[in-house]
């Protein structure tokens, strides 16, 4: 298997997860090579459904590519 990524050189590559029951989202930005760029975890405070605390994570981790001035990011 290919180790290489999937996506061009100048672009981040942004992972997210929201826990529902556990009321906790948490993101992670990576570039080309695989290597962190930025990471951050929190707790939920009023979620009703798994796609609102997924929803949560995907919208703390664009606010933080946003914070860093980041423009070219994948899924």
């Given at each position: 298997m290919?180790?290489?990524?999937?996506?061009?050189h100048?672009?981040l590559?942004?992972?997210?997860?929201g826990?529902?029951?556990?009321?906790?989202?948490?993101?992670?930005?990576r570039?080309?090579?695989?290597h962190?760029?930025?990471?951050?975890?929190?707790r939920?405070?009023?979620?009703h459904?798994?796609?609102?605390a997924?929803?949560?994570?995907?919208?703390a981790?664009?606010?933080?590519?946003m914070?860093?001035?980041?423009?070219?990011i994948?899924?």
């Open positions: 290919d180790p290489s990524p999937t996506w061009p100048d672009v590559k942004i992972n997210t997860d826990a529902f029951r556990q009321k906790e989202k948490g993101f992670v930005i570039d080309s090579d695989g962190r760029v930025r990471a951050g975890a929190g939920l405070q009023a979620v459904d798994a796609l609102a997924e929803g949560e994570a995907c919208l981790a664009l606010r933080a590519a914070d860093l001035g980041m423009s070219r994948t899924d």
